[in-house]
């Protein structure tokens, strides 16, 4: 009876381990054993425990801030340079 019990928990562990939920702008790249599998959408997803392996890619807008520099243009004139760059996935196999 204890080993039954036993059994039961150890298989309940493994079906939940396997469950994963995306959001409506992730989409996980699957591999299998170690090669890429397919690109899941959002929702719930199942991924065998220790067989596939299940990467998260954010697909949207990020912003970057990059740091404010001083730079010297061509004429000698000091110029502070501030920029922002927007990026987002469009493939997400690709983006791995």
Known sequence: MNALIVVIVLLLLFLLSAIRILWEYERGVVFLLGRFYKVKGPGLIIVIPFIQRMVRVDMRTVVMD???????????????VDAVVYFRVVDPAKAI
């Open 66 to 80: 990059v740091p404010r520099q001083d730079v010297i243009s061509r004429d000698n004139v000091s110029v502070r």
